[in-house]
T-cell receptor, first 115, second 112 residues
Framework: NAGVMQNPRHLVRRRGQEARLRCSPMKGHSHVYWYRQLPEEGLKFMVYLQKENIIDESGMPKERFSAEFPKEGPSILRIQQVVRGDSAAYFC?????????????FGPGTRLLVL | DQQVKQNSPSLSVQEGRISILNCDYTNSMFDYFLWYKKYPAEGPTFLISISSIKDKNEDGRFTVFLNKSAKHLSLHIVPSQPGDSAVYFCAAFRTGANNLFFGTGTRLTVIP
């Protein structure tokens, strides 16, 4: 049973470019969460999705950031017109169906570096 | 607003001794607490959890204690092993919410 998969593991972008981060949840998990970890900080919640639905995006910056979890394929976190402050580790987590939201299993993360 | 706090950024312990990692929270609505272990360049790995209806949960060398009145929990690792060296994150969850709230982590170094 493969764990949560994220790709790419490392991503380098120049200011103004777009970053696209992918996450495939564990088999049987229908809930996906995105977290961001800035240097020397803990993980901060960004967005919670189920298939084809954004359930909670209260932690997502209002501009330039978007997320989706289509019926087929991985969840995608998209950052448009990246700035240096977007440099961070972005972690995806997944959990089983409702009632088990508290135990989230994390992927290895995507480390984004904006030059 | 840091609702989960780990005030010790680092801890060094001799192999074979007990490691005690501490965590405080401010939101009394949290009803589930977790500890994650994280190695460099990897994602956090779930270690152990505790519901607010309990005050202790044990799994092998790892025990988590919860003191609700003090809004404090701790992770005990005994005996500590060099492979336990990692960053440990405390996280909290509130039923009805959608996300975990994380502390800033404690870097544990177990000295052989």
């Amino acid at each position: 049973n493969a764990g949560v998969m994220q790709n790419p593991r490392h991503l380098v972008r120049r200011r103004g470019q777009e970053a696209r981060l992918r996450c495939s949840p564990m088999k049987g998990h229908s809930h996906v969460y995105w977290y961001r970890q800035l240097p020397e900080e803990g993980l901060k919640f960004m967005v919670y999705l189920q298939k084809e639905n954004i359930i909670d995006e209260s932690g997502m910056p209002k501009e330039r950031f978007s997320a989706e979890f289509p019926k087929e394929g991985p969840s995608i976190l998209r950052i448009q017109q990246v700035v240096r402050g977007d440099s961070a580790a972005y972690f995806c987590a997944s959990s089983p169906g409702s009632g088990r939201l508290e135990t989230q299993y994390f992927g290895p993360g995507t480390r984004l570096l904006v030059l | 607003d840091q609702q989960v706090k780990q005030n010790s950024p680092s801890l060094s312990v001799q192999e074979g001794r007990i490691s005690i990692l501490n965590c405080d929270y401010t939101n009394s609505m949290f009803d589930y607490f977790l500890w994650y272990k994280k190695y460099p360049a990897e994602g956090p790995t779930f270690l152990i959890s505790i519901s607010s209806i309990k005050d202790k949960n044990e799994d092998g060398r790892f025990t988590v204690f919860l003191n609700k009145s003090a809004k404090h929990l701790s992770l005990h690792i005994v005996p500590s092993q060099p492979g336990d060296s990692a960053v440990y994150f405390c996280a909290a969850f509130r039923t009805g919410a959608n996300n975990l709230f994380f502390g800033t982590g404690t870097r544990l170094t177990v000295i052989p």
